[in-house]
């Protein structure tokens, strides 16, 4: 409350007659909103099987240590009988403020939103929303969860979103959920498994250890990444050395897809390989070296980094060696017009300015996102009817970004910078049994392929314990259908 509310409000009670405590309380504590609790059933075909689910979207409440509410999750839920034995996975995608919509209709729910798998621009309605046999619930019953302020989850009571905007805050308040999730649908002796894209890597990297450092220790199975943000040193090519030298094998297969290398490349495997022996090698070096680089072994480095990456040598030179994503994203097809995607580079978009250093906007979202949007919202008004809540779903954005906390553990967080790696690993030395899958795509500047295989191969990471699977897209790399039906394969060979 405001100062000036605080102020006009006294002067109200000053004039009324005295209130009983109870009319008090009815004045000054808001009122916590009657919780949603909406059942459908459905039938999805998965190969020789037909799998029978109850859905639900359902509030839960989440209390503080007082065991006040103090704020409501919407969670999505599908299940297919309420035996414990059933494996059940929690799944989030990131942001941070974003919505659970992209994983619940790409990938993972029963019903999927079919986008072009060319990279090609949806362009308008309709958009085809179909059954969906590669989703997971073959092997696992799904919860999709939406933190607050995305969805329809938001705080009640006294709190307000922002209080739930932060690295702990939404960590604490997501490990609270899955505690009243397991308890109010008796699933406490299922095994357990987190799923996060994105900023879902950081959430669910300190996830398995604010869930299991809690007098109600939740031991997790598996933990399930795709396209993590494990530390944010390394997101969108931020001005660090090693950024630049994890990020370079992901312009190099940009730059092949496009055609845009002033070279021919027959094997492309071995290829990218190369290109890793080299970031890994004579880049690193010659960017420690700095001011100190030979003249000779300068000239030789800039060729080899034109040569991998389609970008002239002069370009290289004047950018010092070091090329962010963004300006990648502009320079490589700058001749023909179009700049490429953040989180699919395989997409392209034309731009008024030719000339400017970054991208005004990423074509991958421009192209795939209104489909999302209106699929989803079909699919809600078809499971759940007139009974949906009034207030909109919030799909992503809404400012959160920007609002966003930094960790009390770490003040160094999105400044110099955020890193879960060590929390992963703490919950891995303390839970042995727990398995990590990771999927990345070759075409995701945000996320790279080799940052997170560096990341994932960082001390007290267990590499036996560790599945890395890269595929021939971006960030959401089951948005093409080739790399979403082998991930729907290795995700389920994970499972089993």
């Known amino acids: ?22 009319s008090q309380q009815a004045e000054t504590t808001p009122e916590v909103p009657r919780r949603l ?35 409501h999750f919407t969670a999505f839920s599908y299940v297919l009988d309420t035996d414990e034995r059933r494996p059940v996975t929690f799944a989030f995608n990131g942001g941070p403020g ?33 059954e969906n046999p590669y989703t997971l619930l073959t092997h696992t019953d799904l919860v999709f969860v939406d933190p607050v302020g995305t969805g329809y989850s938001r705080a009640v009571g006294d709190s307000e979103d922002e209080d739930f905007w932060g690295v702990d805050e939404d960590v604490d308040s997501v490990a609270r959920f899955i505690r009243e999730w397991l308890s109010q649908n008796v699933r406490w002796g299922s095994r357990k498994y987190v799923l996060g894209e994105s900023y879902g890597g950081v959430r669910g990297a300190l996830l398995g250890q604010a869930l299991k450092g809690n007098s109600m220790s939740v031991a997790l199975n598996g933990l399930i990444f795709v396209s993590p943000a494990f530390d944010i040193q390394f997101v969108d090519g931020r001005e660090d050395d090693l950024t630049y030298v994890t990020s370079l094998p992901t312009y190099a297969a940009t730059a092949l897809f496009h055609d845009a290398l002033p070279i021919r490349v027959e094997d492309r495997d071995a290829w ?7 970031a890994s090698g004579p880049y ?7 001011q100190g680089l030979d003249t000779e072994q300068r000239a030789g480095v800039v060729r080899d980094l034109s040569s991998y990456t389609g970008l002239s040598e002069g370009y290289w030179e004047r950018a010092n060696l070091r090329v962010s994503a963004s300006r990648f994203r502009k320079e490589l097809l700058r001749q023909r017009g179009v700049v490429v995607g953040r989180l699919d580079t ?14 005004d906007s990423d074509p991958m979202m421009n192209g795939i996102g209104s489909a999302y949007v209106a699929g989803f ?11 949906l809540p009034e207030r909109p779903y919030r799909f992503s954005g809404n400012g959160v970004f920007g609002k966003w906390k930094r960790s009390e553990s770490d003040q160094a967080a999105f400044a110099g910078w955020l890193d879960t790696v060590p929390a992963l690993a703490d919950t891995m030395q303390k839970n042995p049994q727990l398995l990590v899958f990771c999927a990345n795509g070759w075409f ?18 267990d590499a036996e314990r560790v599945v890395i699977r890269n595929y021939d897209a971006g960030h959401m790399m089951y948005v093409h259908k080739p790399s979403l039906e082998r991930l729907a394969r290795d995700l389920r060979q994970f499972y089993e």
Not at 284 to 290: D, E, S
């Open 37 to 71: 609790q909406l059942t459908s059933s459905g039938e999805v075909t998965v190969g020789d099987l037909d799998l029978e689910y109850t859905s639900a979207m359902k509030d839960y409440a989440i209390r503080d240590d007082q065991g006040e509410v103090t704020a």
């Open 444 to 461: 995701d500047v945000a996320t790279t392929v080799l940052a997170a295989e560096y990341n994932l191969s960082r001390p007290g990471i």
């Open 98 to 130: 974003s919505s659970s919509v992209w994983l619940h209709m790409g990938i993972l729910g029963p019903k999927r939103v079919v986008v072009p798998s060319d990279a090609g621009n949806a362009g308008a309605p309709p958009y085809p929303l179909v």
């Open 377 to 387: 919202q079909q699919y809600l008004r078809q499971e759940f009817g007139s009974q």
């Open 272 to 278: 990218l390989r190369e290109v890793r022996d080299f």
């Open 346 to 359: 395989r997409y392209q978009g034309s731009e008024t300015d030719a000339v400017g250093e970054s991208p």
């Open 284 to 290: 690193l070096r010659a960017l420690f070296a700095g």
């Open 1 to 22: 409350m405001s100062s000036c509310s605080a102020i006009g409000l006294t002067a109200l009670l000053a004039l009324a007659p005295p209130a009983t405590a109870t």
